[in-house]
């Protein structure tokens, strides 16, 4: 997901050739796959699909992850609503999405099989775990006879392996009980898949042996179905072939790589803000899916100074990071968007406050509850709006896993700067999602440092402290944190007069203050938004672009937008595409942008909320193209919905 | 801080005019608090009032410290952030009935349970002021206010007993009008280390006048007084078949928190004085300990070595 | 404020003639007076502005009020910020506001004269309490001269009275003591503004005693201060003439009528909503400025079943209300901005359950805590989208305080109607103000009766009961009420399967579901907007009208908008004016009516919030005009805007 | 409530599949309650069962009564606002030690001091499950969880302890795996009138397993618990000492909380049945009793009169 190379969704062969690990047997070169890894939640599929993950990094390919797994934490065994799965694209160019359909399905039971089975192209392989279809199995998720021979499989290549009884086989001198050494059959296959794809194997022995360290009969029965599944694939008749996805070496700018999943990145992304503003970082939050990981890393942190409280409640997350940022750390509240529904009230206070905030809020699928575990975009407006009174705050969002990185940076400066609660939002999609990550130099990031006020500076030269006399420039008001001997002020939540900070009912006051709380967000400098726009006269100041259509969006359907370009392009469709990282205040070219194109296409995993923001500030005929099912858009989806639009032009 | 600062009530006093009705209870208390502070030896700029909404939170206004007028109920949790962050500072929480115990009863038990190195001064005059005179979890069962015109249905908490049944380490009592025994109850409160919650009987002469006048009244108070001194004695109202309650001698250090418990039920007479001051570890303290800690162990944090961590590869 | 009079803003007079009750004093005609009654928090200006008011609507003038009090039960007498006021504006016709300016300032001290004389037209009247002006009094408000005699209020004519001594002395056989006898200084006042203005006296005497039922001797001294201030403008030579306004008569359509406050009209439009559709009314409350009137008022009248459960915050308020309305009764909750914001959560839930709830928001200033006492449309975005995921909520407003009575049945009839809860948003300058208001027959109000679910429903005739088996032209689902056999089922925040409502994390039914809420609450039925053009050609199938400026508002602005518009018109202008009740969904003819005129002005109390769904929505260069001070627009103000822009078409 | 049904524990199992871990002690808590409800001969239609968000609020789902499942921590709100409107309903709310203590501790502990009628049944597993595993309120202090790998830091609440400070007239206490102690202290629950608070100690096998298995454990249990019985004898640990506890009889109608309150706070034994039961008045009866009252006093309420009040006057 790093520069802009095509991506055809085409997987072309080549005669096969020996390869060096394979006693004699054929070896297909490739230039992308897209595996699934589905079984119980109890199976270990998160974990199976991690390490294939990180193997495959290593090895250099570009990818692209989409773990899937239901709320419940171990819905019971072999029912439908227990399967989890792990999807994984990579491949020897970049790429950009975790696949429309996977190649390869591996499936620990029936449950899995017929889960996923709607998703599979024909000539898809398929890898099942035979020891699991038995007839209770079958009945349970509502098979009568075995899909594996009576026909419903016929359209696919199926691999049919005895996954448990090998693995329990290659564990009987292990001395573990039947059922746990069961548990290492996800080792067993993926042995196997690591075997069919050449993928290193040294980095996953290292990865079980430290896990279980305290467990090392564990470890080795672990290590033993990992290999044991690896030479099964070598030395069985199984499998004729084995696959090579060569490294993606053009696909990145040279430098150190590491794989990196959004919410590890976003905690990094504040640590890293905590060091280039010198402030101690606090995080005020409360449990909740997909936030929590954020909380859980953080807390690894101590000794970078970062200090976590899991709070009673989102209020208590928000109130405490607050009331850290009066003292001048650096405070942030995570969550997901039933949180934010409860911190609104808090963030109005912050707004009145002008204290740095940071908000992060992992969307999930709304309304209410809705869907813990799915990705979704819809708390665009309530980031926008959810307050009473007029109560702007600046609105960030990332575009992919890595970008999480950078948005954190990028809140903390505008919080910062201009002393304001700032919101991030991300997603589900990115937060669980993962891909190669450049590991920037330390010297590249930005300089965060504040300033605390430590003179009076009252005008009428009364040697008073004013906490609301605001700069010029940015019209942010002076922090000065207690402590500081000769600035001893009080603040809060009823209306001030501006400078004095006073408590001021006067009416004009209140009108003054309310413009100029606006005016502070809306002066925001936030960099111009970049358009990919290959038309010839573009950018170089000839006449607008040749590309009629302009598609814009915003957070984690960069992705998909970008292949469906791709695709669109590589059939010689013309078509620009921008997508925002601020969304309010929005980039100043914004409205030029938009004014160059004949028709702007929104795709969003809402029901149009930037459309909305768009029309109402631009009055611009933006057109919306929405999917809210918990699940991100498909490259091929968006590659048609962007050529029916072209077409319109 | 300065090792030597000698300040007056009269460096506590802001230039903001004071907007209490006349003759509110809060007055004595703020001239309480003034005339205390100075003792304290801190520096004024290492004093914070956190502060809710009512017409108590608006306290911090009146006192030249820092000071946040924050939003209902929420004061704990924000003061909580502030005090794990900021060790250093002394951090003094103010809260109505309503503000403490209604909106704010969550934040409030949960400090009390961490024990943060917080001061809480409860207000207490069993009514809402700010909005004009509705009950409150503190009001007598059948209260005839404007919003229960035949009576209030619920009982009231005893806000001392739900601070010990929250794992409070100090909870006190005293009473707006007696100075000497308000300001006796704050030294205290102040050297205490952890979460202390102080509630303060504050007479509203506006919607809910008279409530403690039985414990003010000279006639009748020292009858209806109980006065707690660590280590003195007391003597338990008299058995129903009149036979004298025992004396015991207090001890407010008691880790059983039974007895504290016993005297927040009382109230023929009314305890009033510290019930209970144990040690137990501050949460903000622990958590600063433990940043210390993994420093120790593992050094202070490099921030290449967290983005580069364990699995990377190079791309030339 | 109910027909469509002139109001022409001119006060025009009449030779003196001798009326009835003076002993040989001018009398003078007007047609419109606007006093205002000023004095400390603890003076009793609300009550005595109340009393005044009563009276001048039993008299059968028209008359709109505007009470204005700070945020603090007491600030400290004789200080700026402790000043309380009242206006009162009442005529011989039909009006619409309560007056840009006073005609007439009673200010009982200095504090009071000093905070109002800003607002006071040159030659307007001035009664000062002289007892008040001292030199501390004149100190505490930063007057170094006596105002009443430096040529301050030259431009004005002064009535220097010395109310408290002459109170003081009327009762000095009353055997109250000083203290006591000075608080009735406000019916002295009263009694002689009474006696100016010709008002009826009996119904504040009743009042009187009613009121001080339990302290006869109180009463009696305000009774008798009440008379000896009629008595004094009766008998000293201070008041040369006194004043009448005649009735209203043709301002009204015949009826019953009485005066109104807006919180007092909502409570009695949700008692009849509850007769009306036979459910029992609960309502989960916390008390918070200006909506807690609302559950004072409805805990008074339990014998018409009506509960009020006065919770432990605003969450628990609305909780409360949501676990009556599962059981089958209307449930409510009154709030005010800061409440909204800590209700988002439950507001989601309910949007999910699609049970029906009223959530009524009295808005005032804001952001935060704002300007408690003072009024503001500021809530409507968060109304809209003040919530995590796709949750849409129907929206209704009043526009003036007796609307307040028919949007409460409006808002019971949507969300009994379509099982969903309702915004109600008024705000502080309805809630408080009043006006008269033609008391309707209970045969007029609209029929809510609802029918429960009694049978089991599965179309697959599995004799279940589907909870989200929705009715084909609502898609309101069933409310199946607990103690209907056969009917159990389980409703919940996490998504579920239309029509069974059993969880499901499928991907299509979430779309599914999160379109088809969307399309529950596009696809009510609310009633078309009326637009008054007086154009000749305008409705009569002709052409479009030939007034090219439309102006839309939307709640509280009504009144000085539609003043405005009459005085634009008085001098021959051309302007259109709508009023929107209904803000989601908008009515189906808006599109078409907006698309009428060249230009759009949108006059709101914030930043152009309505305007912003104008925009987005109908794509229409909607113009903003916009005051954020606390107060309501005034009809000179708005006057000039609609020139500008009726001049700019 | 028809007078004769006789329901049997698969009337009460709703169509739904249970998705709990394999293991989880929510499913013997099922059971038992499955088991019970066909006592009360209360007719499915008349049963509600409320709960917040967690592994343990599934549980509505897999009742076939009416049920809610709400959102987090405001299941005892909502019941409550049910309770009120609908006396002629028996309701229960389902909690988790999280739901129930950290975000809904506000709502529970004025629920409790209300005594509405209400059934609160607390699955205290010490962890939050659904979210896989962070310590919560009643984790003991140094817990090693996701979000604490150094330990947390809080003390934990005493659940009983919290509830009696809060005015509860019905705590109780009861282990997931002994049916017969679950259903006896649920048979009690059932019968109080007013909020009855159950605390269920819950094993969460996957993030917190093994919990109490010292209380469960047939070798160690004997010693480890304290069965309470009204009226039974039952003796206090050893003292320090060594001399024998002295030997109580288990008074759970005794009006003074405190020795309740003692009982609460007791670990080695842990106490479990029912430590306080006592009557005082009932929320939302007294609520109704006003409605009546009203009625009685003043006639059934009639809208003409109402809208048209004292001061109208006519225009022609
Ligand atoms: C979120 C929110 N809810 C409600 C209110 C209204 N409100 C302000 S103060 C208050 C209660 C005041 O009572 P208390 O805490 O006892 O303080 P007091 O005025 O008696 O000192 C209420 C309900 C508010 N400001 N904010
Ligand atoms: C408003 C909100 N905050 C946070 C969450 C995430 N969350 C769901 S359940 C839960 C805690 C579960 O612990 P507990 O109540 O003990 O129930 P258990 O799963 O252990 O049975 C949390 C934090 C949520 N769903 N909603
Ligand atoms: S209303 Fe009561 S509490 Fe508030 S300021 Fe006045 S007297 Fe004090
Ligand atoms: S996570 Fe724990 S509590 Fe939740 S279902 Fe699994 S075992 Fe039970
Ligand atoms: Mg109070
Ligand atoms: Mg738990």
């Known amino acids: 997901m790093t520069s802009r190379v095509e991506e055809t969704g085409s997987t072309f062969e080549e005669p096969p050739t020996g390869g060096p690990h394979t006693g004699g047997k054929g070896v297909r070169r490739l230039d992308r796959v897209v595996i699934r890894f589905a079984g119980d939640s109890g199976d270990g599929m998160q974990l199976t699909g991690d390490r294939f993950t990180s193997e495959t990094a290593g090895f250099g390919n570009d990818l692209s992850t989409l773990p899937n797994f239901p709320a419940e934490i171990r819905a019971p065994a072999g029912t439908l609503p227990g399967v989890s799965s792990f999807q994984l694209h990579f491949a020897d160019h970049d790429i950009l999405t975790p696949g429309d359909a996977p190649d390869v399905l591996v499936a620990m039971n029936p449950a899995a099989l017929k889960a996923n089975l709607g998703d599979l192209p024909r000539g898809a392989e398929i890898i099942v775990n035979t020891d699991e279809f038995t007839k209770r199995a079958l009945a349970k998720v509502g098979w009568a006879a075995d899909p594996l021979d009576d026909g419903t499989l016929s359209a696919y290549a199926v691999h049919p392996v005895a996954l448990t009884t090998l693995t329990v086989e290659a564990l009987k001198d292990s001395g573990l009980a039947r059922k746990d050494a069961e548990r290492a059959k996800n080792m067993f296959a993926l042995g196997l898949l690591s075997w069919m794809y050449h ?54 700018t040279p430098g150190r790589y590491r794989n990196i999943s959004g919410n590890l990145a976003l905690a990094y992304g504040l640590i890293a803000a905590s060091k280039q503003s010198g402030l101690p970082l606090f995080l005020g939050s409360y449990p909740i899916t997909p936030a929590s990981d954020i909380l859980h890393e953080l807390s690894k942190h101590k000794n970078f100074g970062v200090r976590t409280f899991q709070a009673e409640d989102e209020i208590a997350g928000i109130g405490a990071a607050l009331g850290a940022a009066f003292g001048g750390a650096l405070g942030v509240t995570t969550t997901s968007g039933p949180g934010v529904a409860l911190k609104s009230e808090t963030i109005g206070l912050a707004v009145s406050l002008e204290l740095p905030l940071l908000v992060v809020d992992i969307q999930r699928g709304g309304p209410s509850t809705g869907l813990p575990t799915k990705t979704e975009q819809a708390d665009l407006l309530q980031a926008m709006f959810g307050r009473n009174g007029e109560a702007p705050v600046p609105i960030v969002a990332p575009a992919s896993p890595g970008e999480c990185f950078t948005a954190a940076l990028e809140a903390a400066r505008i919080a910062l700067t201009y002393r304001t609660p700032v919101f991030l939002l991300s997603d589900g999609y990115l937060a669980n999602g993962s891909e190669p990550w450049r590991v920037p130099e330390v010297a590249e990031l930005p300089d965060l440092r504040v300033e605390f006020a430590t003179e009076v500076n009252a005008p009428d030269g009364s040697g008073e402290f004013w906490p609301y006399l605001r700069d010029p420039e940015t019209l942010a008001r002076p922090w000065a944190v207690p402590g500081t001997p000769g600035l001893e002020h009080r603040i809060g939540g009823i209306e001030k007069q501006d400078g004095t900070g006073n408590i001021s009912y006067d009416p004009a006051n209140h009108d003054h203050m309310v413009r100029t709380r ?5 002066g925001i400098e936030v960099p111009a938004l970049e358009v990919d ?41 013309k078509v620009a595409q921008a997508h925002l990282r601020h969304l309010n205040p929005f980039p100043a070219n914004l409205g030029e942008v938009l004014a160059r194109y004949e028709r702007v296409l929104v795709p969003e995993m809402n029901l149009g909320q930037l459309a909305l923001l768009l029309r109402a500030k631009y009055l611009v005929d933006a057109r919306s193209f929405t999917q809210v099912s918990g699940m991100p858009f498909k490259a091929a989806q968006l590659a048609e919905v962007i050529k029916e639009n072209a077409d319109a032009c | 801080m300065p090792a030597e600062i000698k300040l007056t009530a009269k460096d506590f006093k802001s230039d903001q005019e004071v907007r209490w009705c006349p003759g509110c209870g809060d007055y004595a208390i703020l001239a309480a608090v003034q005339g205390f502070l100075p003792e304290l030896g801190i520096a004024r700029e290492n004093i914070v009032f956190v502060s809710g909404i009512g017409c108590s939170s608006r306290f911090p206004y009146y006192l030249n410290t820092y000071g946040m007028h924050s939003i209902h109920g929420r004061a704990p949790a924000i003061a909580t952030g502030l005090a794990s962050t900021r060790p250093d500072l002394s951090v003094w929480v103010i809260t109505g009935d309503g503000d403490a115990l209604s909106i704010g009863g969550n934040h409030l038990i949960h400090a009390l349970r961490r024990n943060v190195n917080l001061k809480i001064l409860l207000f207490n005059n069993q009514i809402y002021g700010l909005t004009k005179g509705q009950y409150s979890p503190t009001s007598e069962q059948g209260k005839i206010t404007k919003s229960t015109p035949m009576g ?61 006048d039985l414990l003010k009244d000279p006639a009748t108070r020292d009858t209806a007084l109980l006065r707690l001194e660590h280590g003195q004695p007391y003597r338990l109202p008299q058995h129903p078949n009149g036979a004298d309650g025992e004396e015991i001698v207090h001890d407010a250090h008691d880790p059983d928190p039974t007895r504290a418990f016993a005297l927040s039920r009382m109230s023929h007479p009314t305890p009033i004085g510290v019930l209970r001051s144990v040690q137990r570890p501050v949460y903000d303290k622990q958590m600063n300990e433990q940043v210390q800690e993994a420093v120790t162990n593992r050094g202070e944090g490099k921030l290449e070595d967290l983005l580069t961590g364990s699995d990377t590869w190079l791309v030339r």
């Open chain 1, 199 to 252: 993928r290193p194997t040294e980095g996953t022995e290292r990865f079980l042996r430290s896990k279980f360290a305290k467990k090392p009969e564990i470890a080795e029965a672990n290590v033993t179905a990992f290999r044991a599944g690896w030479n099964f694939g070598e030395t069985t008749e199984s499998f004729a072939v084995s696959y090579e996805v060569a490294p993606a070496a053009k696909a990145f």
């Open chain 1, 518 to 522: 606006q005016a502070k967000i809306d």
């Open chain 1, 533 to 573: 726009d290959p038309s010839p006269a573009f950018g170089r100041g000839g006449p607008t672009a040749d590309a009629k259509l302009l598609v814009l969006g915003w957070g984690s359907t960069f992705g998909p937008i970008a292949a469906g370009v791709r695709r669109f392009r590589a059939g010689g469709g």
């Open chain 2, 152 to 212: 209030s249905l619920d009982a009231p908490f005893h806000p001392l007993s739900l601070a010990i049944g929250a794992e409070a380490s100090f909870v006190a009592r005293t009473i707006d009008s007696d100075r000497k025994h308000l300001t006796e109850v704050l030294r205290q409160a102040a050297q205490h280390e952890g979460t202390a919650l102080v509630e303060i009987y504050q007479n509203c002469n506006i919607f809910n006048d008279g409530a403690f």
